[in-house]
């Protein structure tokens, strides 16, 4: 795949090249029909790659790559949910126990805007208690992981591909943070190495061709920016046509 892909804002180059490495591999592969920025059909999510290999008169095989340049970005999206709550309970306890400690050792903090004493607000934050502040923050951070930071997990459940890959720069290996049943590709000297093997996610046929269908409009849409046709251009046409 010569042609350079054009890129979305705020993308960095080397997010790009992961990109480009994983179309390149994933023709490689078989996979025909190959596109980046798909919208998924299961999800709210874009794969950063999707391709479609056929399979004869079978349901052909659909896969998604994901690619991450950065460990910040590898985790925001790596969220395994049960643990995240699991956690989450545990803080809240600890939360509980440290204000009603806190009540009893700083009356004063009582704002006093309730009839019934039991039920005033407390002003917890006002004396900056060390320990109280790591768990406010803490369940403030597990709160927001378990709200956008779940991608990963969500193309596996929904089972919006067969295949899955995780697509990352060599020094970002770690084979503990690959998702659970994704595979692992490696950039090592300018090419994908397979570090792991995914495994294999049914789904049926329907889901497959919609797959299809989107890797089809992502790839129209890249090809009309490169030959700079717009959605004006497309509705002018039709009204002379029609």
Not at 93 to 117: C, M, N, Q, W
Request: charged share 30%; aromatic share 8%.
């Amino acid at each position: 795949m010569d042609a350079r892909l054009s890129a979305k804002r705020g993308e960095t180059e080397a997010h790009r090249r992961l990109k480009r490495l994983a179309v390149l591999w994933a023709q490689a592969q078989g996979y025909a029909a190959c596109a980046v920025e798909v919208s998924l059909p299961q999800c709210r999510y874009r794969a950063d790659v999707a391709g479609y290999r056929a399979r004869g008169n079978e349901p052909g095989t659909t896969v998604i790559f994901e690619c991450k340049q950065v460990r910040s970005d590898l985790r925001r999206d790596n969220c395994c949910s049960s643990s995240a709550r699991e956690r989450l309970v545990s803080v809240q306890r600890r939360r509980a126990v440290l204000e009603k400690h806190l009540r009893i050792h700083y009356p004063t903090l009582r704002s006093g805007d309730s009839l019934f004493p039991e039920y005033d607000a407390h002003d917890f934050a006002a004396i900056r208690h060390h320990s109280y502040g790591q768990v406010v923050r803490e369940i403030t951070s597990l709160q927001n992981r378990l709200r956008g930071s779940t991608k990963f997990e969500c193309l596996t459940r929904y089972r919006c591909a067969n295949l899955f890959f995780l697509v990352v720069p060599n020094e970002l290996f770690r084979e503990a943070e690959v998702p659970p049943g994704w595979g692992a590709l490696v950039e090592v000297d300018g090419s994908l190495q397979l570090r792991q093997k995914p495994a294999w996610h049914d789904n049926s046929a329907e889901s497959r061709l919609r797959l299809l269908q989107r890797i089809a409009i992502a790839g129209t849409r890249h090809l009309n920016r490169q030959l700079e046709i717009t959605f004006e251009l497309v509705q002018a046409e039709r009204r002379r046509a029609g």
